[in-house]
């Protein structure tokens, strides 16, 4: 298994951040933070209680970072190229 392969998501060509994933493991990550922000706007609507619902997607962006940061590859920023 070359290095390309083993990060479930691969750094950005510009900028700092990752990329969408080449592996089914960072898929599954990201459906599982569009179900949960579904399931946030289903029974935490804002009009009902945005503090609730504030706390809902920043729990839910910080486990996707989270997951990024431990199975992508190492971020900084690119500038293009290799």
Not at 53 to 73: P, Y
């Amino acid at each position: 298994m070359d290095s390309q392969n083993k990060y479930w998501f691969p750094a950005r060509s510009y900028g700092w951040g990752w990329g969408l994933p080449p592996s089914w493991q960072g898929w599954v990550v990201y459906a599982a933070y569009a179900a949960s922000l579904a399931f946030i706007f289903y029974f935490l609507p804002p009009a009902v209680d945005v503090t609730l619902f504030s706390i809902g997607i920043a729990a839910s962006t910080a486990v996707l970072v989270a997951v990024c940061w431990l199975k992508g590859e190492p971020p900084h920023w690119r500038w293009g190229g290799r």
